[in-house]
């Protein structure tokens, strides 16, 4: 047994100890739980405090941790944005779901997710909640198939498409629909957002998106309601700007001795934390916190864009990787479950799971029929202390950007890599080898041949994502 899965082990039960039973706890809401979905976007499973962060301070979400569950073996559903919440809306793993990687199809859209998608927002909003979609999409724009509100949702408010979110101070949003001019000017005779510094910069887009979230709430307390906050923090504007990390200040980072762009990926995690406090408080005056899930994950792991270094702060704690890898740091990432009356409180849980359990968990919660044909298995009886008893699942992943396509799976303890279509796996013992140090393949032949078999199953043909050997030209948008 290693140290950390000693570690999680001991945790556990202490908090059991502490809490006692499911018993012990506040009576539960046993009508329909409000939903709210957090996601941040390229944050690192190591970028908060209650993962091991030492240097970036987030005590709201470490203080959810205290009230709820740590999950330590949850997965993202792809190493990159759009993929990844592709697999979060349908509840299909990459190699099943419409959108495998990140393409644009305009200025302010991506691929858009098929008309024929069944999404949570409309699992959700069939039995009875109102949905909303606030912060970054990138599954299709104004008047596509993929427009949040033909995918289930009733209101939205934020970025459509991907590029256009790599600007924290925008010319425009969307507000279903229609665009929302702000108070961000380029120099004249510039067009686009890549061009340089705003003149004039007093709306800071991240300010708006958590705003609009408490006011989605505000207006959502006589009716269960579901909103996936889509943030885009901490991601990078790596449009060629000077500084890669944008935010108003850096607040009690100014001093640190670090390069500006480490001190505003910290500042721009504190901004994020402060804002979902705001959340909570604003569920309390509501008198609605102890109906209402909260849930907090990323998209992938951390970038190293913009000329942040994920290494300073130790963004992947102690996993190999980041974002664009399929190795544990580019797709492991934080989950915490907040859920008054059914979460154990300061418990940390092992249960495997990923994005694509998000729907029929959610489903299941809502009382609301599972869509047939999904990847994804509830995790509720996870959610409030117990386990799915399903941790040797199969989970697939696959990736189109670099020189060729890749893909990875996890069965049980183990992990395979295959990093050219064809070539040899890679074999990681995650009980032993968190960090994937230890390419094991040579010694486990047997599971070299169970991965193989599985990898041959795994994924279903699509016209665009298809399996690109080395010299193939990539999808046409990326």
């Keep these: 047994m290693t140290p950390l899965r000693l570690i999680v082990i001991v945790l556990s039960l202490i908090a059991l100890a502490g809490c ?55 997965y993202a559903g792809s190493t990159v944005c759009a993929p990844s919440r592709s697999a979060l809306m349908t509840g299909l793993h990459t190699g099943h779901t419409p959108i495998r ?9 991506d691929s858009p997710l ?6 949570i927002a409309e699992v959700l909003r069939d039995a009875g909640y109102r949905t909303g979609l606030i912060g970054k999409w990138g599954l299709g724009g104004v008047g596509s198939e993929g427009e949040p509100t033909r995918q289930g949702f009733d209101h939205y408010f934020g970025y459509l498409g991907q590029h256009h979110a790599h600007n924290y101070y925008p010319e425009i949003l969307f507000r279903n629909g229609e665009r929302v001019a702000l108070d961000n000017k380029l120099p004249e005779g510039e067009i686009g957002h890549a061009a340089g510094y705003s003149v004039v910069r007093n709306d800071y887009s991240h300010d708006l998106i958590a705003d609009e979230a408490l006011e989605f709430i505000a207006q959502s307390v006589d009716t269960p309601f579901f909103l996936a906050l889509t943030l885009t923090i901490p991601h990078a ?69 913009g000329g942040y270094d994920p290494e300073i702060n130790d963004s992947n704690g102690p996993l190999r990787g980041i974002k664009r890898d399929l190795y544990e740091g580019g797709i492991r990432v934080p ?39 999904l990847d994804g298995q509830s995790l509720l009886a996870a959610f409030e202390g117990g386990s799915t008893g399903a941790d040797d699942r199969p989970l697939y992943w696959e990736f189109h950007e670099g020189a060729n396509s890749q893909q990875a799976a996890r069965i049980g303890r183990w992990k395979a890599i295959r990093k050219v279509p064809d070539g040899p796996l890679e074999i990681y013992d995650l009980v032993e080898d968190l960090g994937e140090e230890q390419n094991v393949a040579d010694t486990h ?34």
């Design 114 to 119: 098929p008309d024929a998608s069944v999404t």
């Design 445 to 478: 032949p047997e599971i070299v041949e169970q991965m193989e078999e599985y990898f041959a199953t795994a994924r279903t043909e699509n016209p665009i994502w298809k399996i690109r050997y080395p010299g193939d030209p990539r999808p046409r948008g990326f």
């Design 237 to 305: 504007n790596n449009e060629g700007r000077e500084l890669g990390m944008e935010v108003p200040d850096l607040g009690i980072y100014a001093d640190k001795p670090w390069p500006e762009p480490v001190k505003g990926h910290a500042a721009m995690i504190s901004r994020m934390d402060a804002d979902i406090g705001r959340l909570m408080s604003e569920l309390e005056r509501l008198g609605i916190a102890d109906r209402t899930m909260v849930l907090f994950t990323s998209d992938n792991g951390p970038h190293a864009e």
């Design 101 to 109: 990687g990140n393409r644009r199809a305009e200025e302010f859209g």
């Design 20 to 74: 006692g039973s499911a018993t012990n706890l506040p009576p539960a809401f046993d009508g329909q739980p409000n939903i709210l979905l957090i996601v941040a976007d390229d944050l690192g499973y190591g970028d908060l405090g209650s993962y091991g962060q030492q240097e970036i301070q987030t005590p709201h979400l470490d203080q959810l941790v205290s009230e709820g569950i740590r999950f330590t073996d949850f």
């Design 335 to 373: 989950l915490i479950v907040h859920w008054p009356g059914h979460a154990l409180t300061g418990t940390v849980t092992d249960q495997v799971g990923a994005f694509w359990d998000l729907l029929p968990t959610f489903a299941e919660a809502a009382g609301a029929e599972t869509p047939d044909g």
